[in-house]
């Protein structure tokens, strides 16, 4: 049997754990939050002056938190480009609409919210060029991406295993600062989006636990192949009006990394926390080959570890048209 069927059979032998999956990692819409609860009421009296509350209290954040905030807010506005990439993943059926399908679309439909409540924010704190952000958001979908897994849902386990915990550094820190600066409501936000993303990990890594029981070998040769090729963020095709694409997406990463949003230590943290969360040492039955990718994983963050160590991050911000200085 091909490497695709095998994957194939295992995709089709956890689809019977779907509806548990869904049940333990994903809220009933009627249950779980939603923008509007943390925003201005729009119906209500005092809309203005909540506004006017929200503008005066933002005026207190640097530019580099608001490019760090837009960054993660085009990252999750560009989820049709996400949501159509997983749906063809091997074993994910949308035209029968199986377990998998019902997983991503549920998965879509919570994930929605976020960049639905952090784009009414910078809306509404008048700090930010929304038209250029709309412009970003709408190439950043047109590009597309490529994260480097193809239809390989093993792959692509491992890289939303990675990436959701990412994002949830990214938010819950953007949270942190936030209340630093005095913006509780905006920390409130950002802390409930982050709880979202680290719910959604603890669901890719648990898809990914399941598959190591069952095919632990090729497993293991899939999670050492995506941290071989590096996690490539969603946005790294990131590009302003007017540009190609280019170091956008650097300059955004520099931003967070000055203000501490998101750090290369971040990345290695992370890489150490799934080598730990899988047991990738204590995992047994594996080939000779998937022998040497345990060995090459376990070594790696480490190694990671001292490279990161010499990186240079710029001192001067890039000036992204998203964030005026005269805005600030």
């Known amino acids: ?12 032998f956890l689809e019977n754990k779907v509806d548990s999956f ?17 925003l201005p009421n729009s119906e209500s009296d005092n809309f203005l002056e909540e506004v006017k509350e929200l503008r005066e209290i933002s005026k207190d954040l640097p530019y580099d938190f608001w490019v760090a905030m837009v960054g993660d807010m085009i990252t999750e506005e560009a989820l049709p480009t996400y949501e159509n990439w997983l749906m063809e993943v ?4 949308n035209l029968e609409r199986n377990g998998w399908a019902k997983w991503v679309r549920q998965w879509t439909g919570e994930e929605n919210r976020h960049g639905d409540l952090l ?22 979908i047109n590009d597309g991406f490529d994260i480097g897994t193809g239809r390989d849902p093993y792959k692509n386990f491992v890289y939303t295993s990675f990436q959701e915990l990412a994002t949830y550094v990214s938010h819950n820190r953007v949270s942190q600062l ?12 950002c802390k409930m989006i982050a709880g979202d993303e680290m719910r959604h990990h603890h669901a890719y890594s648990e898809f990914v636990n399941q598959i190591f029981k ?29 540009n190609k694409i280019s170091s956008a997406f650097e300059h955004f990463s520099d931003s967070a990394q000055r203000i501490g949003v ?12 799934l080598i730990d969360k ?51």
């Not at 069952?214 to 009006?241: G, N």
């Open 22 to 38: 869904v049940d333990q990692y994903l809220i009933p819409v009627e249950k779980i939050w939603q923008p509007s609860d943390f």
């Open 262 to 273: 998101y750090t290369a230590n971040d990345y290695v943290d992370i890489m150490q926390k």
């Open 278 to 328: 899988w047991e990738i040492d204590k995992i047994v039955g594996l080939t000779d080959e998937a022998e040497k990718a345990r060995d090459y994983l376990m070594k790696l963050p480490a190694r990671m570890a001292r490279i990161s160590e010499r990186l240079v991050i710029p001192t001067e911000s890039f000036q992204f048209k998203w964030v005026e200085p005269a805005r600030l």
């Open 119 to 140: 784009n009414k924010y910078l809306y509404l704190s008048g700090r930010v060029n929304m038209r250029e952000i709309e412009m970003t958001t709408q190439h950043l």
């Open 214 to 242: 069952v095919d632990p070998s090729e497993m293991m040769l899939a999670f050492q192949y995506m941290m071989k090729q590096k996690i490539v963020m969603p946005a790294h095709f990131l590009r302003e009006s007017g």
């Open 178 to 189: 936030a209340k630093s600066y005095g913006d509780k409501k905006l920390a409130k936000m």
């Open 1 to 12: 049997m091909s490497i695709k069927n095998i994957r194939l059979e295992v995709m089709q």
């Open 90 to 93: 091997e074993g994910v059926d």
